[in-house]
């Protein structure tokens, strides 16, 4: 089963990365996908602030395989 190297940034500093075995493609972006929503909630639901977060996949050789943003943008009243 190919592992995957998920790293979690959020406004450019680094959160934290994991290797995960996923059984294809398309359960690893689901996987990601999945994260980032997760992390959203937890990290970004409190914060008044403009906010990025992304996660980004490598194959096991370090190649960049898939990546997905969130953007946030709270503008004040």
Same mark, same amino acid.
């Given at each position: 089963m190919p592992t995957y190297r998920f790293q979690v940034v959020r406004n450019n500093h680094l959160l934290g990365e994991a290797w995960v075995e996923q059984a294809n493609v398309d359960d690893m972006r689901r996987e990601a996908l999945r994260a980032l929503h997760d992390i959203a909630i937890d990290e970004m639901a409190? =914060? !008044?602030?403009?906010?990025?977060?992304?996660? =980004?996949?490598? !194959?096991?050789?370090?190649?960049p395989v898939y990546s997905a943003t969130l =953007?946030?943008?709270?503008?004040?009243?």
């Open positions: 409190s =914060s !008044d602030l403009d906010e990025t977060l992304s996660v =980004s996949v490598h !194959d096991e050789e370090g190649r =953007s946030i943008s709270q503008p004040f009243a």
